[in-house]
């Protein structure tokens, strides 16, 4: 990037948020793509001037109309661009040459068509830059800012319905699913008065948006539509700058599956990457994924409650057993804690209503209903004694009946005045203007209380982010200098070594003297290896003897590996062959780096044999981190209490292996773009104390 990534994302107030507004390509029919944001922008009352450019007319839609871009009274702040592909990259000479700082491309027919259309895209994008003029798409739906009437879109959403007030803002690479979102968001009552599309990306990226919808003071949840991420550096900072400002940010990724990943690429040109190392980057910065529409509004809607638990804890009240074992079931599913209520408080509730259940959920009966005070008593009791951070009512119809509703309000009201602090969901039905009471007093509402489990999980998640402090430094590692071509084994290692990776006591051996010489000095057994640059997946030709028991068999294991390595790889170089220690007592893992095209280097951890090969048990981490992250990444595969000592197992020295995993990390982000990928496999993790080593070591070189 050319600009400090704050001042990159300020630079989009000209087109998010402009004082005057020029429309290139204007039409006097409201139905058309030229004609639709003028036509809108007029009704919603646009805050600022309004000027379309059309040379074949003088005025347009009731407004005067201006030949050209140079006869324009002032230089806008903001032009939108709706004239022919072939006419766009004089109009956006036109407008550099003006000085206007900010483009709204809404036509199509660039690099989401052609590789002719992707030069063109390009030659507007240099030319917007020359000036330093912001270029939004092309080949977008355009955006919509509400709270000043603002609607550089030819979106048909609005005309069944404009925004509503609220705090959530959208950013979505497409257009039809961006509006989508927005119009079920608005059909649900949840206010969304900030729409950006991005469309192809030849400038302004999701990244550049979600970053400055971060710094907008009217903007307090996020909400994001992505098919691939084209530009890391932006998309990360901005990440950064939500989660320190503590507005939540809940992601669509789509193109999880290689078919999806296809289906991406050719819709926007996008660079889909890797699912997992997508989902790592996204946990790093405390974004939640959605599944689903109904679940993205589920979160985003959730979230402008404002409050993100830390160490969050539900506490559930319902008339319904049944509903209280659904929402425990999903509460485990979703990794909400529902610990008990505390046991004299238990006895309180039953001393209220003998045959209530009081554990947590704590099922009040309908009983409770009929002796209306001890609804207020059950609440206060999960609150005060119970101290959960979140707090559900599961109230079904009751909370929806003519009867009942505006008292369970109040004695509602009563409970939030008295603890604030806390998250308070109902599950009930009831009709639009009684929801929106509820709504109105602080507390969410969803029919099914399953959906609203998963909002409550993403807000615990949040909190946990937003409360997290930083990690520690990455580990210093000498300046890594890498061979001009893939290297051996043995040669691997020791530049590995050279950063504090340790792997087993080995040496490499171009004779079967050496060989048994070698082997006499670690001690028996030891394994062998075929030692050859040419040779990587040493294993799949059977280059790899275990358990080498004398010197006799040191011999002939030698002779065997040379035969094998001529047999399968007639071709390859041999340099002789690896002989090590056997290492005996730990326990495998894989660790090891990758080069992701989007996000960079990325580390992965997990245990070795079948937890990688058919379970996989893995983890991802960009790189580079400190032994803290690394510690964390050990400790949450499913396999860790392997590592911790499980079923009367001696705990491995995680310290170690977090030290040897941070180093890693360093030296794949030292290696710069050749270093293609590390694979360290296994690698022992020795018992408490003892270490950690590699037993075998692959790098990967790609050319300068």
């Known amino acids: 990037m050319t600009a400090v990534p704050q001042a990159r994302f300020r630079s989009l107030t000209n087109l998010f948020a402009p004082r005057s507004v020029a429309v290139l390509g204007a039409s006097s029919d409201p139905g058309r793509i030229g004609g639709k944001p003028i036509a809108y922008m007029i009704k919603q009352k646009f805050q600022g001037a309004l000027y379309p450019v059309n040379p074949a007319r003088d005025e347009v839609q009731g407004l005067k109309s201006y030949k050209s871009v140079a006869d324009l009274p002032e230089v806008p702040d903001v032009a939108v661009v709706a004239v022919p592909a072939a006419f766009a ?179 926007t040109a996008s660079n889909a990457g890797d699912d997992a190392v997508t989902d790592a980057v996204l946990a790093e910065y405390g974004v939640v994924r959605a599944r689903t529409t109904e679940e993205m509004l589920d979160i985003a809607h959730l979230a402008t409650r404002r409050i993100y638990p830390v160490g969050g804890t539900l506490g559930v009240m ?95 009201r009563e409970t939030r005045d008295k603890y604030p602090d806390r998250l308070y969901v109902l599950s009930i039905l009831a009709d639009a203007e009684k929801t929106a009471a509820y709504e109105a007093d602080g507390f969410a509402v969803f029919e099914d209380p399953t959906r609203a489990v998963v909002a409550i999980a993403a807000m615990h998640r949040y909190g946990e982010a937003f409360a997290k402090a930083p990690g520690a430094a990455p580990p210093s590692v000498p300046a890594v200098i890498l061979p001009a071509a893939t290297p051996t084994e043995a040669e691997a290692k020791l530049l590995l070594a ?90 495998e893992c894989i660790m090891g780096t990758v080069r992701d095209p989007v996000f960079g280097p990325v580390a992965m951890f997990g245990l070795g044999g079948i937890f990688v090969e058919v379970m996989k048990d893995v983890v991802f981490h960009r790189c580079p981190f400190g032994p803290d992250v690394a510690e964390a990444m050990i400790r949450s595969i499913k396999g860790a209490p392997l590592l911790l000592g499980a079923r009367g197992r001696k705990p491995a020295d995680i310290a170690a292996l977090a030290a040897m995993l941070s180093r890693l990390s360093v030296f794949a982000a030292q290696g710069g773009p050749r270093l293609q990928s590390i694979d360290l496999n296994p690698v022992f993790a020795m018992p408490d104390g003892e270490g950690a080593f590699a037993a075998d070591a692959v790098l990967e070189i790609g050319d300068a």
Not at 147 to 152: A, L, M, Q, R, S
Not at 206 to 222: C, N, P, R
């Open 318 to 412: 319902t008339v319904s057993g049944g509903a209280g074992v659904l929402i425990s079931d999903a509460a485990d599913a979703a990794g909400v804690a529902m610990p008990e209520m505390p046991a004299d408080a238990q006895e309180k509730l039953r001393g209220l209503i003998s045959f209530c259940a009081p554990r947590n959920p704590v099922d009040c009966t309908a009983q409770a209903f009929n002796e209306f005070p001890k609804v207020g008593l059950f609440l206060d009791s999960l609150c005060g004694d119970g101290g959960y951070s979140t707090v559900m009512g599961f109230f079904s119809q009751t909370g929806g009946a003519p009867s009942v509703w505006e008292k369970l309000r109040a004695t509602l």
């Open 498 to 587: 050279e950063a504090g990776i340790a792997s087993a006591p080995e040496r490499a051996c171009a004779s079967a003297d050496a060989a048994v010489a070698a082997a006499a000095a670690f001690g028996f057994p030891v394994v062998m290896k075929i030692l050859s640059p040419d040779i990587i997946h040493k294993s799949e030709i059977g280059g790899v003897l275990l358990g080498v028991g004398d010197a006799d068999a040191v011999r002939a294991g030698y002779a065997t590996l040379l035969d094998r390595a001529r047999a399968h790889a007639p071709g390859a170089r041999i340099e002789g062959v690896l002989v090590a220690k056997q290492l005996s007592g730990g326990t």
């Open 89 to 267: 990259p004089q109009a956006v000479a036109d407008l550099a040459a003006r000085g206007v700082k900010g483009c709204v491309m809404l036509t199509a027919g660039f690099a989401e068509v052609s590789e002719e259309g992707a030069a063109i895209q390009a030659g507007m994008v240099a030319t917007a830059k020359a000036a330093g003029m912001r270029l939004l798409g092309p080949n977008c739906l355009g955006l919509f800012n509400a709270g000043i009437g603002y609607y550089p879109t030819f979106t048909s959403s609005v005309e069944t319905g404009w925004p509503m007030p609220g705090r959530i803002g959208i950013a979505s690479q497409s257009g039809a699913y961006g509006t989508h979102l927005y119009t079920a968001a608005r059909n649900r009552g949840i206010g969304v008065p900030i729409c950006v599309t991005t469309g192809n990306e030849s400038d302004v990226t999701i990244g550049d948006v979600i970053g400055w919808l971060a710094e907008h003071d009217g903007t307090d949840v996020i909400a994001a539509y992505a098919e691939g991420i084209r530009e890391s550096e932006s998309f990360t900072t901005a990440l950064a700058a939500a989660r320190a400002a503590r507005k939540p940010v809940v992601l669509m990724k789509v193109g999880r599956s290689g078919l999806g990943a296809k289906a991406a690429a050719s819709h």
